[in-house]
């Protein structure tokens, strides 16, 4: 943290009325440079924005105009560089950067400031900020969709069992369960892009919360700052962040999904399930149990998916009380959000990178599928194709499955002239229905688990994605 340099606090831009300075704690309490500072670029995009346009009005000179813009260059420089000095003192990121434009550009520095206020400054900030934020999440969940498409693919036909209560229900493919995955995802990116629109309206030219005396051009700086349009109500513009707890809503779904995914790799990767292996650059060991690989990663996913979703909770409780317009409370959107953004960042990097690196263990989930009786419901369909109805049909195969159950094996293990004492319309045509291969194959319709099924909808899915 920086001294303290004479003359040199937030209370210069507006202690002209108090009569005895801020307390020190009081200072940190209400700064936020060392959590906004990370605003920078987009601020200073924002104000570059609104003097272009104060100067198209005649509100700022060409040569303020030009002063402002060198002097913004050079401070965008000393960020990048690490050298830019950021001070408690000064508040924000705002006030640090207005400071320093100020000590290199000197009045036309105090002049940037002109119909503006850092109520509509910060909605902007945050705005672009989080626009910037989605863009980056779609690309990346582009590369996790295209991640679950290629497993689909390899694995279309790769039998492993499906699961409902996690007791074995009826066999899958597994392509077709990464393909629940890639659903999910594109779910997850539409609401990134449907709450993008929300996000991408200009605040600036709210000012403080009643709008301004100067003739401002708010659609030139919505063209220059890539807004789709302005945010149509003053107070509204400085006042809500719907916004971002809109992206807080889609980041905890999509961690949702991602810590569901990362449940079901964990007990996957468990010697009892056997089923995949992960690159051991996922995993860690353990210092006192030799023996141990432990899915660190994927359980972190799931970890964080509580932070996200406190994050989420943190921004709506932060919002309920609010009278309009503009309250200090809003300050208080910036780390959730950040940590949402953070997280979410970090965590489809990740995974991108971690479904690359499962590899099947394609015998086991075979094997597993062979228990657990999970070709009974294609036995039932079979007798109702043979005109019994569903209900004695699902009774004349739970008792099939009883007596394979005492004998130990498998219903399609069962000699014919044992299946047709159940059921005298079943015949030889019978084990067709009762191999895994069988029972995938049938269910051929669009959705289902056919592989050529699976394959169809990686081929759709391709198309859409491009
Ligand atoms: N740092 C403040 C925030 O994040 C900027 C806006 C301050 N406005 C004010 N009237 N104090 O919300």
């Given at each position: 943290?920086?001294?303290?340099?004479?003359?040199?606090?937030?209370?210069?831009?507006?202690?002209?009325r108090?009569?005895?300075?801020?307390?020190e704690i009081?200072?940190?309490?209400?700064?936020?440079v060392?959590?906004d500072?990370?605003?920078?670029?987009?601020?200073?995009?924002?104000?570059?924005?609104?003097?272009?346009?104060?100067?198209?009005?005649?509100?700022?000179?060409g040569?303020?105009?030009?002063?402002?813009?060198?002097?913004?260059?050079e401070i965008?420089?000393?960020?990048?560089?690490?050298?830019f000095?950021w001070?408690l003192?000064?508040?924000?990121?705002?006030l640090?950067?207005?400071?320093?434009?100020t000590?290199?550009?000197?009045?036309?520095?105090?002049?940037?400031h002109t119909g503006?206020?850092r109520?509509?400054?910060?909605?902007t900030?945050?705005?672009?900020?989080v626009?910037?934020?989605?863009?980056?999440?779609?690309?990346q969940?582009?590369?996790?969709?295209l991640?679950?498409?290629?497993?689909?693919?390899?694995?279309?036909d790769?039998?492993?069992?499906?699961?409902?209560h996690?007791q074995?229900a009826q066999?899958?493919?597994?392509?077709?369960?990464?393909l629940?995955?890639?659903?999910?995802?594109k779910r997850?990116?539409?609401?990134?892009?449907?709450?993008r629109?929300?996000?991408?309206?200009?605040?600036?030219?709210a000012?403080?919360?009643?709008?301004?005396?100067?003739?401002?051009?708010?659609?030139?700086?919505?063209?220059?700052?890539?807004?789709?349009?302005?945010?149509?109500?003053?107070l509204?513009?400085?006042?809500?962040?719907?916004?971002?707890i809109e992206?807080c809503?889609?980041?905890?779904?999509?961690?949702?999904h991602?810590?569901?995914?990362s449940?079901?790799?964990?007990?996957?990767?468990?010697?009892?399930?056997g089923?995949i292996?992960?690159?051991?650059?996922f995993?860690?060991g353990s210092s006192?149990?030799?023996?141990?690989?432990n899915?660190?990663?994927?359980?972190?996913?799931?970890?964080?998916?509580?932070?996200?979703?406190g994050?989420l909770?943190?921004?709506?409780?932060?919002m309920?009380?609010?009278?309009?317009a503009?309250?200090?409370?809003n300050q208080e959107?910036?780390?959730?959000?950040f940590?949402?953004?953070?997280?979410?960042?970090?965590?489809?990097?990740?995974?991108?990178?971690?479904?690359?690196?499962?590899?099947?263990?394609?015998?086991?989930?075979?094997?597993?599928?062979s228990?657990?009786?999970a070709?009974a419901?294609?036995?039932?369909d079979?007798?109702?194709?043979?005109?019994?109805?569903f209900?004695?049909?699902?009774e004349?195969?739970?008792?099939?499955?009883?007596?394979?159950?005492?004998q130990?094996?498998?219903l399609?293990d069962?000699?014919?002239?044992?299946l047709?004492?159940?059921?005298?319309?079943i015949?030889?045509?019978?084990?067709?229905v009762?191999?895994?291969?069988?029972?995938?194959?049938?269910r051929?319709?669009?959705?289902?688990?056919a592989?050529?099924q699976v394959?169809?909808?990686?081929?759709?899915a391709?198309?859409?994605?491009?």
């Open positions: 943290m920086q001294e303290k340099k004479a003359g040199l606090n937030n209370a210069e831009f507006w202690s002209g108090f009569t005895e300075p801020v307390a009081v200072k940190r309490y209400t700064a936020s060392f959590f500072n990370r605003l920078a670029e987009v601020d200073i995009r924002g104000s570059l924005a609104h003097a272009k346009m104060l100067a198209a009005v005649g509100v700022l000179s040569e303020d105009l030009a002063a402002i813009e060198r002097g913004m260059a965008l420089r000393e960020i990048h560089a690490g050298q000095e001070q003192d000064l508040e924000d990121v705002h640090n950067i207005e400071r320093r434009l000590e290199k550009v000197g009045d036309a520095g105090k002049r940037l503006r206020s109520n509509d400054q910060v909605a900030d945050v705005r672009l900020y626009r910037d934020a989605i863009d980056r999440n779609l690309q969940l582009k590369d996790v969709q991640a679950f498409l290629s497993l689909a693919e390899k694995h279309a790769t039998v492993m069992p499906g699961f409902t996690l074995v066999p899958v493919s597994f392509g077709h369960h990464m629940a995955y890639f659903e999910m995802m997850d990116a539409e609401r990134f892009a449907d709450c629109k929300r996000v991408n309206r200009l605040p600036l030219g000012a403080a919360l009643a709008g301004t005396t100067y003739p401002i051009d708010r659609a030139m700086v919505a063209r220059e700052l890539g807004f789709d349009g302005v945010c149509e109500n003053s509204d513009a400085v006042s809500d962040r719907d916004f971002a992206y809503a889609a980041a905890s779904l999509l961690m949702t991602l810590s569901r995914l449940e079901e790799l964990i007990l996957w990767m468990t010697p009892r399930f089923f292996k992960l690159s051991d650059r995993c860690t006192i149990m030799p023996q141990k690989k899915p660190d990663v994927p359980e972190l996913i799931r970890g964080k998916t509580g932070r996200s979703n994050n909770i943190s921004l709506l409780t932060l309920k009380g609010q009278p309009l503009y309250n200090k409370d959107d910036k780390e959730p959000l940590d949402s953004i953070d997280t979410v960042r970090d965590t489809l990097a990740i995974v991108a990178d971690m479904l690359t690196g499962v590899t099947v263990n394609t015998e086991a989930m075979r094997a597993a599928a228990q657990g009786f070709t419901t294609d036995l039932a079979y007798l109702v194709k043979k005109g019994v109805a209900r004695d049909a699902h004349i195969v739970a008792l099939a499955v009883r007596h394979a159950e005492l130990g094996c498998d399609n069962l000699p014919l002239d044992v047709k004492g159940f059921s005298a319309g015949d030889a045509d019978v084990y067709s009762l191999t895994l291969e069988g029972s995938l194959a049938s051929n319709h669009i959705g289902g688990t592989p050529a394959r169809a909808a990686v081929e759709r391709r198309g859409a994605l491009d």
